[in-house]
């Protein structure tokens, strides 16, 4: 039952939507990609989400940025499609989040027993196998 909770939240955030785009610290960017064929993408060496949209030549590629991401430098994307590989910049602008601040009652929500662990690993691994089994999903239609 907790596996097709996952998977429907899952499939509830993707299916239809995309967030709002905002180049900034914590925000998204998505950029469209024309290729024939489904590209990788990558920042650092890190490979980022490529989406499939309603067109067969077309994707989007969806890149999260940290909160502490340094805007003083351009955000750069490598877009590899078979042989050929493109280089983007994407630059950031500055935003100031309003600061807020949460009193936790149990300290183990911050701060796990070791006796958590074991429990936090099972749900990762049951959250990255239903996000794996979803793009898989998603890049086949």
Do not use: W
Not at 30 to 48: E, G
Request: charged share 30%; proline share 4%.
């Amino acid at each position: 039952m907790k596996m097709f909770l996952m998977l429907m939240l899952c499939v509830g955030l993707f299916a239809d939507f995309l967030p709002k785009e905002s180049k900034v610290p914590g925000g998204v960017a998505i950029l469209k990609v024309v290729s024939q064929n489904r590209p990788n993408a990558y920042h650092n060496d890190q490979k980022l989400m490529v989406l499939e949209t309603n067109k067969s030549d077309e994707y989007d590629l969806l890149i999260g940025f940290s909160l502490d991401e340094n805007i003083s430098k351009p955000y750069e994307v490598i877009i590899e499609d078979g042989n050929n590989s493109s280089r983007y910049s994407i630059n950031l602008k500055d935003k100031k989040y309003k600061k807020q601040y949460i009193t936790m009652k149990n300290d183990r929500y911050v701060t796990p027993k070791k006796m958590d662990y074991a429990r936090i690993s099972s749900e990762k691994k049951d959250q990255q196998l239903l996000l794996k089994h979803f793009l898989i999903k998603n890049s086949h239609h």
